[in-house]
DNA sequence: GCTTACAGTAAGTTATGACTTACGGAACAG
DNA sequence: CTGTTCCGTAAGTCATAACTTACTGTAAGC
């Protein structure tokens, strides 16, 4: 999750999308210098989001669907919430002035 | 994304995961001020991942189903190509020693 | 009408981290 | 064995943004 906070970061995780790349090959066309792209692909690493295989003297990043997973895991943590969350604000902009309602009368409990 | 970024306003979106809170109510807990929640909850909302309700002088934030669901979509972008690597690291790593490949014509174009 | 509580905004400070240049090490080519 | 290419790391600079204090506005309570 921090680990794609960061806008460049997350174009080189982007990049990885077309297919595993080496790292000179994913800073063509990045606005930064290599060894940047060198240090998010750490920062990457180190979040689980991506492994790196050495092929001769390049290496190879390509995206770990583990890393994936996991933020897929975590997010899903809140749709529960979301949706009741909405649903019940929905209901209470219905009633925000609506003086017509005579079913259900609900009051906060602090 | 770039919201979720900071690990400060993911504990706010976190406590929020426990239900629609007020911004006092939130920043209870937290090492920060009350007014730097209020900042947190500022991006948040503009990221799309909350929205609040006016409730007297009170100010209710609660979890965007919509955010949640454009988080969910950029994601699931990246499935596909992260199992196809993941499974081309696989067999690539079981033949790291066997040299006899096929010599594929491969050369980066610089 | 006056006071109190709650929240957003402004201005300013500070720390985090993203980026660059320079260097060192490892693997193929000749 | 020498040279070249590719990559990671170190040290240093600088900009971004997170945080605090102070203030203003708004809605409720007496």
Chains 1, 2 share one sequence.
Do not use: C, N
Request: glycine share 10%; proline share 5%; aromatic share 6%.
């Amino acid at each position: 999750m921090a680990a794609l906070g960061d806008p460049t970061r997350r174009r080189v995780f982007e990049r990885l999308k077309s297919g595993p790349q080496a790292v000179g090959a994913l800073a063509v066309g990045l606005p930064v210098s290599r060894p940047a792209v060198s240090q998010h692909l750490k920062v990457l690493k180190q979040a689980g989001l991506v492994s790196d295989r050495p092929e001769g003297t390049r290496r190879v990043y390509y995206i770990d669907p583990r890393g994936l997973g996991a933020l897929h895991a975590w997010l899903d943590q809140f749709w529960g919430q979301a949706l009741v969350a909405f649903q019940a604000e929905a209901e209470a902009e219905a009633k925000t002035d609506a003086g017509t309602d005579t079913d259900s009368g609900e009051e906060e409990t602090s």
